[in-house]
């Protein structure tokens, strides 16, 4: 079982930067890939990254397009989202993902999730 807390969101100014973090409980966190989606109001959720349990390999929504960053820190249990040259139409709720195994975008394949939290990003 892994419980995940998001934090770190907010109201930013177009072209600012946020950093989201993800704690998670657990004694197993090092084996889960863990992944960021987003969900804007009457949008479906969307991918925006994740990475495998060692950090090895991540991958990125196409919107991305180089200004997230996707970490984690195993020794403490958290994952970041290093967001950079955010875009109002960056806002969303953020949440976190777990699962076992392989890295996918597909979220219904995550196990566990966090309860969100709300980016906004003014123009």
């Known amino acids: 079982q892994v419980h995940l807390v998001e934090s770190g969101g907010g109201l930013v100014q177009a072209g600012g930067s946020l950093r989201l973090s993800c704690a998670a409980s657990?004694?197993?966190?090092?084996?889960?890939?863990m992944g960021w989606f987003r969900q804007a109001p009457g949008k479906e959720r969307e991918f925006v990254a994740a990475?495998?349990?060692?950090?090895?390999?991540?991958r990125y929504g196409d919107f991305v397009k180089g200004r997230f960053t996707i970490s984690r820190d195993n020794a403490a249990n958290t994952v970041y989202l290093q967001m950079n040259s955010l875009k109002p139409e960056d806002t969303a709720v953020y949440y976190c993902?777990?699962?076992?195994?392989?890295?996918?975008?597909?979220?219904?394949?995550?196990?566990?999730w966090g309860q969100g939290t709300q980016v906004t990003v003014s123009s």
């Open positions: 990475v495998t349990w060692s950090g090895g390999v991540t």
């Open positions: 993902a777990a699962k076992r195994a392989y890295v996918t975008v597909r979220g219904n394949e995550y196990d566990y």
């Open positions: 657990g004694r197993t966190f090092s084996s889960y890939a």
